[in-house]
Nanobody
């Protein structure tokens, strides 16, 4: 089992920045990739960014490309999401997630995720 704990959410004005962090513990060597999902009220959970733990390859949803950057520190078992030029439509609960090697599938598809954090709220005002 992999435990995930998020931190760093908050409220900022449009155009501002926030940095989310996720601390992983437990069987972290089982995680093929880690990433961030978000869910706004009344909307489906969507994959925002993911990073493969071995190769470091990153994936982003189109709406955040050029504004968000995902990074990892494997020695500390942490994954971070730097969010710049934030927009009101970025407002959501953000969840840290991990997919195991055995699951397969996409690191940005919530159906393929094995482990979830409890989430941290990000609110962007216009």
């Amino acid at each position: 089992v992999v435990q995930l704990v998020e931190s760093g959410g908050g409220s900022v004005q449009a155009g501002g920045s926030l940095r989310l962090s996720c601390a992983a513990s437990g069987a972290t060597d089982r995680a093929a990739c880690m990433g961030w999902f978000r869910q706004a009220p009344g909307k489906q959970r969507e994959g925002v960014a993911a990073i493969y733990r071995v190769s470091g390859r990153t994936l982003y949803v189109d709406s955040v490309k050029g504004r968000f950057t995902i990074s990892q520190d494997n020695a500390k078992n942490t994954v971070s999401l730097q969010m710049n030029n934030l927009k009101p439509e970025d407002t959501a609960m953000y969840y840290c997630a991990a997919r195991s090697f055995t699951s397969g599938g996409s690191c940005l598809n919530w159906r393929d995720i094995d482990y979830w954090g409890k989430g941290t709220l990000v609110t962007i005002s216009s």
